[in-house]
C-alpha cells in the first residue's frame, strides 16, 4: 500500500522549489525526487519549530543546526549516509537560493564540517568455513542464479556489473590467457579481470542457460525478464536460500563475495597496486576497506621475507687488485666476512641456536665496519 504524500504549506515554498527547479533541470526524475524530498523535510521542521520564519532573511544558521539533530531523531531512524546526502542537498539548494535572490549570507548558513564523517568500513569476508560450505551449496544447484554468484565470488566484480555483463564478455588476452571484460560500472571505469578454466567454464554454462531462455537477445550475459532491478533480487534470494539451507545464521549478502576475493588475492601474494586494478578502485583507501589481514598473515609474510632476501647487506664487489694494508682494502675484507657470515646464517633453520650468535657476530662486525668509515674520513 503506498503512503499518502501530504503537500508541504509553507511561506518558503515556493522560493525554495523554484531554486530545486533550477539545480535539477538536468538531472535524472529520482534525483529531482531526492531534492524534493530534502526540501519538504526542512519546510517541515521550520513549519513545526519556527512558525515565525516567514523569509530568506530570516534563516539562520541556528535553523540549519536543529534540522541536522532533527534528521537524526529516533522518529526519522535515518542513518548516517541518508542524513548525509539530505545535508549535501540542503546545501546545495542554499548556494543556490544565494545566487538566485543575490543574497551570499544563505550559502555561509552551511559548515563544511556539518556533514557528518562516516563510520570506518571494516572488511567483511567470509570465514573459510563459510566460503567453503556456500560454494558447494552453489555448484550442486548449478542454475543460472547459483553461477552468477559464483562468478561474482571468482572474480571480485560487483554483483551490478555482473548482471551488466555483455554476452561476449570473454577475451583472450594472451594465447592461453583470458580475461572477464567488466563494462563500465559504478565508478564509469572497465576493466580486464584474469580469470582461470574454471570461470571460463562457468561463463560458458551461464551462455548456454542463455541460448535456453525464450527471450529475444539483448546482448547480455543474464536475462532480465522483468528488468534489472528483478534480476538483482533474485541473485539476493538465491543467495539468502543457500544460507537458509546450509543454517548460516550470519547475514550474507553477494558484496561479501568481493570482500572474500580481496582477501584471498592479497594472502596469494598479489600486489596492493595490481588489487587496486581488479577491484576498479580509485584510490588506496578503498581497497583497504575490502582487503583483510589477520596478525598470523602479517607475521607469515615477514618470516617469508626475512627468509628469503634479507636486505642488510648486498654482495662484495669481486676486485681484481691485491689486498693492501691500508683502510680501503680493511673496510672491503669487513664487507666480505659480513656477506659470507650471512650466507651461512640462511642455511640455518630460524630456531638454531647457532642463528643468534651469527647475528650478534654480525652486528660486532657492522659496528666496525661503521668505525673503519670514520677513520677514513678523519
Known amino acids: 500500500m503506498s503512503r ?34 530534502t526540501v519538504e523535510y526542512f519546510l517541515r521542521y521550520l513549519g513545526q519549530y519556527h512558525a515565525g520564519v516567514e523569509s530568506l532573511d530570516q534563516l539562520r544558521r541556528d535553523h540549519f543546526l536543529g534540522w541536522f539533530s532533527w534528521l537524526s531523531s529516533q522518529q526519522l531512524r535515518l542513518v548516517k549516509s541518508t542524513r548525509c546526502l539530505h545535508i549535501v542537498t540542503l546545501r546545495r539548494v542554499m548556494e543556490e537560493l544565494a545566487w538566485l535572490h543575490e543574497k551570499p549570507a544563505l550559502a555561509r548558513l552551511f559548515h563544511p564540517d556539518d556533514i557528518p564523517r562516516f563510520d570506518h568500513r571494516f572488511p567483511r569476508p567470509l570465514s573459510p568455513e563459510q566460503d567453503r560450505l556456500i560454494q558447494e551449496e552453489l555448484i550442486r544447484r548449478n542454475d543460472v542464479a547459483s553461477n552468477a554468484l559464483l562468478l561474482v565470488r571468482y572474480t571480485g566484480i560487483r554483483i551490478g556489473e555482473c548482471v551488466d555483463l555483455p554476452l561476449d564478455c570473454l577475451r583472450s588476452i594472451a594465447p592461453g590467457q583470458w580475461a572477464l571484460h567488466v563494462p563500465l560500472g559504478k565508478l564509469y571505469t572497465e576493466r580486464l579481470v584474469p580469470i582461470d578454466g574454471p570461470v571460463q567454464q562457468i561463463i560458458h554454462r551461464l551462455r548456454f542457460f542463455r541460448s535456453l531462455c525464450p527471450d529475444p537477445p539483448d546482448g547480455l550475459l543474464l536475462a532480465r525478464r522483468r528488468g534489472r532491478n528483478p534480476l538483482l533480487r533474485q541473485l539476493r534470494t538465491e543467495l539468502l536460500h543457500v544460507r537458509t539451507t546450509l543454517g548460516i545464521e550470519r547475514r550474507i549478502t553477494p558484496h561479501m563475495f568481493r570482500h572474500t576475493y580481496a582477501t584471498e588475492m592479497l594472502r596469494a601474494g598479489v600486489s596492493f597496486p595490481a588489487l587496486m586494478k581488479l577491484l576498479g578502485h580509485a584510490s588506496p583507501e578503498m581497497t583497504m576497506n575490502y582487503a583483510e589481514l589477520t596478525p598470523n598473515d602479517v607475521h607469515r609474510e615477514f618470516h617469508e ?5 634479507r636486505h642488510k647487506l648486498p654482495p662484495p664487489k669481486a676486485s681484481t687488485a691485491s689486498i693492501l694494508a691500508d683502510l680501503p682494502s680493511s673496510l672491503h675484507a669487513i664487507q666480505a666476512a659480513q656477506h659470507v657470515l650471512e650466507m651461512f646464517r640462511r642455511t640455518l633453520p630460524e630456531t638454531d641456536s647457532a642463528s643468534a650468535v651469527l647475528d650478534r657476530m654480525a652486528n660486532r662486525l657492522t659496528k666496525i665496519a661503521a668505525e673503519l668509515r670514520k677513520l677514513a674520513t678523519q
Open 305 to 309: 621475507i626475512r627468509s628469503s632476501s
Open 4 to 37: 499518502i504524500r501530504i503537500p508541504v504549506v509553507h511561506p518558503l515554498k515556493e522560493a525554495f522549489f523554484t531554486a530545486v527547479q533550477s539545480v535539477t533541470s538536468a538531472l535524472s526524475a529520482s534525483s529531482q525526487g531526492r531534492y524534493r524530498t
